[in-house]
């Protein structure tokens, strides 16, 4: 019985994912994910409650997939700049292709309209890029006079810039070369031997952009 | 005649801006700008036609804040970087300052909800810093190996989502000193010959941060 609890909650918060990101939190109702995953209407109130705590849960989802993606990324290079460079790109292909990752992105910036709190996605991640750049110095390969956390500030605003402006433009399509180029612009910071475009090559990010802006 | 139609043109922005700034579009009834400007739910249809035409209003009164701030800054600095970095911290109280450049802003994230089209923010400003960016390189004073085009992209991306941060953790109370820690790590790789700390005290930036980001 578990099991298939689990499965619902899986379901639904697949449904639901999938219709707030296309069509937002307000022009989705809870009959619509009730039609798109095969459940009644009551399931989804035995599960969640309300379609704010749906919401909720798929934010608490698209935050679920950090974790293993970061782990992953940390046993595949030694450099911990060239890992951060190849986390970006994880990071990057799961908002154009995730609909879960998406659909939380996309309610994040609706939350003033939507009644319950939801966690901002933007400290964590300072964290994560922040323990990064220390260990960067740590290797020697931290541009000095640059605080490792300093940076870590100044790399999140640009990554969530970035697809900021990869979502309004062309729904993300681009996003991998726009962040390419991006890193061509921090990394001449942040490198204390300045080579960007080596080690966009060493973690395999596709390139160079042939990107008009 | 004329006058007094601007005159009430204009009273009808700013009290719809100071509204979507507060409450978001659909938070805002055309009643309610009745009230707060005191004109009729009448003057209102006769001037904007409709609640979109209206918020397209505001978000073109956002945009034509810019040009003269961007020229103000032309005669102020001599050298095109200095020019970049006062520019931003000109934008960034704005933004933090202005209420119809705030609801512009707002707006625009809501964008899905309304139903015209909204004029881009990006592009403009990725114009604007490329154009300052190609000047300091002719001035000598971009690091040799960045394309100014490419350059300015991240600037922009940069500086957007910095603003995304500051709105979303404090309501912009501390834009400035985001900004002064972002100009740190931009800086480090625009500058052919770094001096970031001594370039945002040349342009009278506050700072440095004490910030706990």
Sequence with gaps: ????????????????????????????????ISALSGRTSGAIYFHFGNKEQLALAVVE??????????????????SALERLVALSFSVARAFRDDVVVRAGSRLWTERRAIDTPLPAPFLGW???VGS????????????????????????????????????????RDQIED??????????????????ARELLTRVGAPGPSCLVP
């Design 1 to 32: 019985m578990q099991g298939r609890a689990e499965t619902t909650r899986r379901c639904l918060v697949e449904a639901a994912a999938r219709l707030f990101e296309e069509r937002g939190y307000a022009g989705t109702s809870i009959s619509d």
């Design 61 to 78: 989802a698209h935050f679920a997939t950090w974790p293993e993606m970061i782990s992953g990324i940390h046993r595949s290079y030694e």
């Design 126 to 128: 300072i964290d994560t």
């Design 132 to 171: 990064l750049l220390r260990e960067a110095a740590e290797q020697g390969e931290l541009a000095g006079g640059l605080a490792p956390e300093t940076a870590a500030v100044g790399v999140v605003y640009a990554f969530f810039g970035m697809h900021t402006v990869s979502d309004a433009l062309d729904g």
């Design 178 to 195: 726009r962040l390419y180029d991006l890193w061509l612009l921090l990394l001449a910071g942040l490198q204390a031997k300045p080579d």
